[in-house]
Antibody, heavy 121, light 109 residues
Framework: EVQLLESGGGLVQPGGSLRLSCAASGFTFDTYAMTWVRQAPGKGLEWVSAIRANGVNTYYADSVKGRFTISRDNSKNTLYLQMNSLRAEDTAVYYC??????????????WGQGTLVTVSS | EIVLTQSPGTLSLSPGERATLSCRASQSFSSSYLAWYQQKPGQAPRLLIHGASSRATGIPDRFSGSGSGTDFTLTISRLEPEDFAVYYCQQYGSSPPWTFGQGTKVEIK
């Protein structure tokens, strides 16, 4: 069974940093692209960042480019999102999800339960 | 960047009725890469449809998708109580950004 478990959310002051983790199990982690999607309170889904299976190619939404860094440790089956220079508008539930980029692209078929990040003084 | 616009924002229907949700893209793209998700309060999104018309594993056949080019539709043939939720479309080709529509809420009338 595919499982994705996010952790690392919490309350942080504006300008602060936070690192989210997503522990994966039930599939061959190093063969899938991974992504982060966020949802501000009462709002819709916003794609944030993605990383290819090899960990080399990374992608970012304009809203987080230069502030967030996605990475993965395939030996630990874990995805990360380092968030710096946080702003109030980064407040959201952050989900990790699995998908496929290369070959025949596949959508975000499996999602974690999400972790809440609150940016406030 | 492809912008996806969903309509209506809210759909008020009764159980047993048919729901028709629209997703319009700002530019044409391959229908192979259009997905629909369902999200209930406090839960992660769930994949319903991929490739514009293929149901994901375990999705009941009352859910169907159609469309091509810039216009896509999600149809729920007969609403069950558990279908009242928010629905999102998404384009997921091989290049970013993998954008979502703003969502359509299907609520009980």
């Amino acid at each position: 069974e595919v499982q994705l478990l996010e952790s690392g959310g919490g309350l942080v002051q504006p300008g602060g940093s936070l690192r989210l983790s997503c522990a994966a199990s039930g599939f061959t982690f190093d063969t899938y692209a991974m992504t982060w999607v966020r949802q501000a309170p009462g709002k819709g889904l916003e794609w944030v960042s993605a990383i290819r299976a090899n960990g080399v190619n990374t992608y970012y939404a304009d809203s987080v480019k230069g502030r967030f860094t996605i990475s993965r440790d395939n030996s630990k089956n874990t995805l990360y999102l380092q968030m710096n220079s946080l702003r109030a508008e980064d407040t959201a539930v952050y989900y990790c999800a699995r998908f496929v980029i290369l070959g025949v692209p596949r959508p975000f078929a499996y999602w974690g339960q999400g972790t809440l990040v609150t940016v406030s003084s | 960047e492809i912008v996806l616009t969903q309509s209506p924002g809210t759909l008020s229907l009764s159980p047993g009725e048919r729901a028709t949700l629209s997703c319009r893209a700002s530019q044409s793209f391959s229908s192979s890469y259009l997905a629909w998700y369902q999200q209930k309060p406090g839960q992660a999104p769930r994949l319903l449809i991929h490739g514009a018309s293929s149901r994901a594993t375990g999705i009941p056949d009352r859910f169907s998708g159609s469309g091509s080019g810039t216009d896509f539709t999600l149809t729920i043939s007969r609403l069950e109580p558990e279908d009242f939720a928010v629905y999102y479309c998404q384009q997921y080709g091989s290049s970013p950004p993998w954008t979502f529509g703003q969502g359509t809420k299907v609520e009980i009338k």
